[in-house]
């Protein structure tokens, strides 16, 4: 293995017998470590399927900046001052080659870049406290972390458990024989919040959104389906409290989060706290000024759509319309930032942009041009992220967290469990087999709310399921299961900033919600 940096080195192109030097490459070129922190449960289930590996994988990650584009820029630069500058392209490594004053520009402008992509870095401590009722002050944290991202990626804070459970069985037959196999399902718990970190006004303020998530089990009981051909199924219940959050903090400061998710329950306080580097402008007039686009180009997450499930699925009556696209993307910037430019260097040819998926990178000799770029993404950061509070009451229930201007958020607090419902039945010639139906059902509140300037729409709704009633297999046939009473209000409406909070449903359902300044 030691010949192929030797061989790769032999068979490169010679010129002049100068030597290939390995100049430093900035941070930005390399791929990210992979992550093995459990995925957001965006969906609101935590009852569900075992994943197939193949479904747990995933393709890596890119560099921010790849290497060939720091080559390509180098190269330009070189040739604009007369120092032409040659790299090698079938090397991992920054290989260069070229006469000593060409090589030490180099360096000083990958130092440059490395200096300026230590500014992308934002440093995010999370907290969560439990506060019981009637006391004075929060108990020791449940959680304290502490997780340093580049601007646009995500931090996982906290820990999951999944435990399986015998949820159904699948049957088989064929000729005179037939067999029942386990299906085994998981149920999630514990507290996980995910946290995405992006900087607005080149470091000024921080954008944060993510997902909160607190699962416990409250029951795991058995049911019986007294069938000669299948076992007894597992019925756990998983006591929910999510909410889908977005918000803009000042650097430094504070993203906070109040929850009571039952009347007379503790209080949960989540605050993070992110802090960023910014921009420092020098005296330096050579190289590119690093840009960061994160925030504005990427679009807005979509939820998936959250409904009560068992028995209700069918009540629900869905929006298929898919919302424009909002991101920026740095070359539709470099394009707008492009016209005049030519007339404005008096027939010159203006030195060069670059850009990646979420970097912009200008000539530190335009100033003018520095100065339209920040211009055109304050106007684009204005237009998304602007912040305010939802406060949310429902019996005893109570919530506070942020939403920002074009970002959807939702708001999760009950109990999920599986009911056997039904059973269907798979035949053959001379035998027959009863194959259980499960379905999931979620009972409690949910809340989602799409927040634009100063108003928020929302949509909400509440559901209650009775102790079901459990048919004898004398009266089922097949075998025992469950009947479902389950009751279910909905509302929809427009919330103002700083106006009365919107009352919904009525008697101890009551739902209150505002919209207050962040």
């Known amino acids: 293995m030691k010949l192929i940096p030797c061989l790769i080195l032999s068979i490169a192109p010679v010129s002049g017998g100068a030597d290939w030097t390995a100049l430093p490459a900035p941070g930005l070129c390399a791929s990210p470590a992979p992550h ?34 720091v080559a390509q820029m180098l190269e330009e630069d070189a040739r604009a001052h007369g120092n032409p500058l040659e790299f090698f392209r079938g090397s991992p490594l920054l290989l260069a080659r070229g006469n000593a004053a060409a090589l030490e520009r180099a360096r000083t402008l990958l130092a440059d870049l490395e200096r300026q992509s230590r500014a992308l870095e934002i440093e995010l401590k999370l907290t969560l406290q439990e506060v ?65 970190a992006a900087r607005l006004a080149q470091g000024g303020s921080i954008f944060l959104s993510g997902l909160f998530d607190q699962s416990v089990l409250a029951e795991r009981v058995p049911f019986e389906m007294e069938s000669n051909d299948l076992g007894k199924l597992e019925q756990p219940r998983v006591q929910v409290l999510q909410c889908a ?41 050579d190289g590119w000024r690093l840009l960061d686009l994160a925030f504005v180009a990427r679009d807005t997450r979509l939820l998936p759509r959250l409904g009560p499930g068992a028995l209700l699925i069918g009540e629900f009556s869905w929006s298929e319309e898919a919302p424009a696209s909002a991101a920026l993307a740095p070359s539709a910037v470099a394009a707008s930032l492009e016209d005049g430019r030519a007339a404005a260097a008096g027939g010159r040819s203006p030195a060069p942009m670059y850009w990646t998926d979420e970097l912009l990178l200008l000539p ?155």
């Open 364 to 518: 530190r000799s335009d100033a003018a041009l520095a100065e339209r770029a920040l211009a055109l993404l304050a106007g684009a950061e204005a237009l998304r992220g602007r912040t305010s509070v939802v406060a949310l009451e429902q019996g005893g229930v109570e919530a506070r967290f942020p939403v920002a201007s074009g970002f959807p958020s939702r708001f999760l607090c009950g109990s999920e469990k599986p009911y056997l419902i039904g059973y269907r039945t798979e035949l053959a010639p001379q035998t027959w087999m009863p194959v259980p139906e499960v379905a999931t059902g979620f009972d409690g509140l949910c809340v989602w709310l799409g927040a634009r300037d100063d108003s928020a729409s929302c949509a909400a709704w509440s559901v209650h399921t009775a102790a079901p009633r459990v048919l004898a297999r004398e009266d089922a046939r097949l075998g025992r299961m469950q009947t479902l009473a389950r009751e279910l209000r909905s509302a929809d409406g427009r919330l103002g900033l700083g106006e009365a909070p919107l009352a919904f449903f009525g008697g101890a359902d009551k739902l209150g919600l505002g919209l207050q300044k962040h």
């Open 132 to 196: 019981p009722q009637g006391a004075a002050s929060a108990a020791p944290a449940v959680l304290d972390e502490s997780a340093r991202v580049v601007s646009g990626e995500e931090a996982c804070f906290g820990a999951r458990t999944d435990e399986s459970f015998v949820e159904s069985f699948e049957v088989e037959v064929a000729a005179d024989s037939g067999v029942s196999r386990p299906q085994v399902s998981l149920l999630a718990t514990g507290t996980t919040v995910h946290v995405s």
């Open 36 to 69: 093995g922190h459990p995925p957001a449960l965006w969906d609101g289930s935590h009852i569900r399927a075992v994943a197939s590996r193949a479904d747990t994988r995933s393709r890596p990650a890119g560099p921010r900046l790849p290497l060939s584009s």
């Open 245 to 285: 959050f977005s918000g803009v903090v000042e650097n430094g400061k504070k993203l906070e989060l109040e929850f009571v998710p039952k009347a007379g329950g503790s209080r949960w306080k989540l605050a993070i706290e992110a802090k960023a580097g910014s921009d420092k402008l020098d005296a330096q007039a």
